[in-house]
């Protein structure tokens, strides 16, 4: 009940023109811009590994469907198709399937396919059997559910180019900032700071809530809430993708599959915009930005301890309510420029020098109930299975320009620092950043963040060289400067 004034008061809204801004295309002989949206279905059958935890369980039980969201715009000159998937992490080469899959259908290239994974801990993995890093760079065949995932992708896509209709276009942001904390804490010394490797680290990752070695939190976090908005000219609202920058939420019982707090903002926010209804074609979206080193744990203490699925149903409907409450302030636009650019870069691999071989091989020879650290063996298992891999693995970066908002993509899990100088360094009004976009590569610390050690930044957690953040920064806010000289001679950058 607390929801309908909300949603009351949001759509009268909608049904608004922004001040001094009409709509009507006859101003204007620009193209309309059109837009579609279309969810697809991605909930694989029980019994498959779901992997976000130390070791995989079995699912046994679906506590709610997993979706592919799919947001197409197209300005008369181009499109562009954003996708947010209910997974841990897609890797790239199901996303290159999937792209390949959806160019072929609509023409869109895939240089504006943008495919993101929310990175919830509680679905059936999509990142296939245990290739080692030689076999995968093969680019391995796509198992069942793999192929079945690839293939639900292109058909969203597919479905929101048949709903392409005009429509206006919307962005802004909003902010919540009390439920986001920093889960890498300087600690003070003693033995809790060993990590597998028999270093000794400077910071921990998720240290034992309220303890009394915690000093302070080893980086900063990102409360903003971006919102990307799409409506038709009758006012009905079309599709919102929002993006920000919480890990998963979690406390869902062993074996459930779940979206996590992902897929309850989508639930929420239809039903705080009177879209709950079993015909709304409304499709709400969520994705991850930099949190790699952010989670929803106030590891000070005081949280109270929670049912199942209620912690991430609060958080959801707090996100859901900012970006309710922000729809109204927002500009309207009929007409408005889309631009993309996409460069592969290359990284190099961490190496495995001899030492480390010779230390994973001495700790996979004792006894389990021998290891020197409680994650030893999975660290070693790790290196051992990475000493043949390439010496330089290929990553995907996207830039995409809607009007003056820009998206940045990563394949990795992106520590909120990295988001934050983007936005600081920006060229347009509005950027943000998303993470896990076209691949899955593990965790990307920036170099002093590699420097205080941690879970984040141990080898096997985080797989390229260790200024890698660094150069990815550096090559999208290149791309940043492209696209914004190329809207400085656009009839149409609004």
């Known amino acids: 009940m607390r929801f309908r004034p909300i949603a009351f008061l949001s759509c009268v809204l909608l049904l608004s023109v922004a001040p001094g801004r009409a709509v009507s295309a006859a101003q204007s002989p620009e193209p309309r811009l059109r837009a579609g949206a279309a969810t697809s279905n991605i909930t694989p059958a029980l019994g498959g590994d779901i992997v976000g935890g130390w070791a995989p369980m079995t699912a046994t039980d679906v506590h709610d469907e997993l979706h592919a969201r799919c947001l197409v715009l197209d300005d008369g000159q181009g499109r562009l198709a954003i996708v947010v998937v209910d997974s841990l992490g897609v890797p790239r080469h199901v996303v290159d399937r999937a792209r390949a899959l959806a160019t072929a259908h609509t023409g869109i290239p895939a240089e504006r396919i943008l495919v993101s994974a929310t990175h919830t801990h509680s679905a059936t993995s999509a990142l296939g059997q245990r290739w080692s890093p030689a076999e995968y760079e093969q680019a391995p065949a796509l198992d069942p559910y793999q192929d079945f995932l690839a293939t639900r992708i292109a058909d969203g896509i597919r479905r929101a180019v048949a709903n392409l209709r005009p429509a206006q276009i919307a962005w802004g942001r909003g902010a919540l900032p009390d439920e986001v904390f920093n889960r890498r804490w300087h600690m003070k010394p003693g033995p809790h700071m060993r990590n597998p490797f028999g270093g000794t680290d400077r910071v921990q990752m998720n240290p034992p809530i309220g303890s009394p070695d915690l000093i302070e939190p080893a980086g900063p976090t990102d409360p903003e809430i971006a919102v990307l908005a799409v409506r038709g000219v009758d006012g009905h609202p079309i599709a919102v993708l929002a993006n920000y920058s919480l890990h998963y939420v979690g406390g869902v019982p062993q074996g459930h599959v779940s979206a996590d707090y992902f897929g309850v903002f989508a639930r929420v926010l239809a039903r705080m915009l009177g879209e709950d209804r079993a015909d709304s074609t409304f499709v709400p979206m969520l994705s991850n930005g930099t949190s790699g080193d952010i989670n929803n744990v106030d590891l000070r203490g005081g949280q109270p301890k929670l049912p199942p699925y209620e912690r991430m149903t609060r958080v959801a409907t707090r996100v859901a309510a900012e970006v309710s409450q ?101 060229p347009f009004g509005q950027t943000f950043t998303t993470s896990l976009a076209n691949g899955s590569e593990g965790y990307l610390p920036t170099e002093p963040q590699h420097a205080l050690g941690g879970y984040e930044t141990w080898l096997g957690t985080n797989r390229v060289q260790l200024d890698a953040a660094r150069m990815m920064t550096d090559a999208l806010l290149a791309m940043l400067a492209e696209l914004k000289a190329q809207a400085s001679a656009s009839p149409v950058t609004r």
């Open 326 to 426: 922000a729809l109204p302030h927002l500009t309207w636009r009929d007409h408005v420029s889309l631009a993309s650019t996409q460069r592969v870069l290359t990284l190099r691999r961490r190496p495995i020098t001899p030492e480390l071989r010779a230390w994973a091989r001495e700790a996979l020879a004792r006894p389990a109930d021998a290891a020197r650290h409680p994650r030893e063996r999975i660290y070693a298992e790790r290196v051992e299975g990475s000493s043949a891999a390439p010496a330089t693995l290929d990553v995907v970066l996207q830039a995409h320009r809607i009007g003056d908002l820009a998206i940045t993509t990563f394949p990795f899990e992106v520590f909120a620092e990295i988001g934050l100088e983007i936005k600081a360094r920006t």
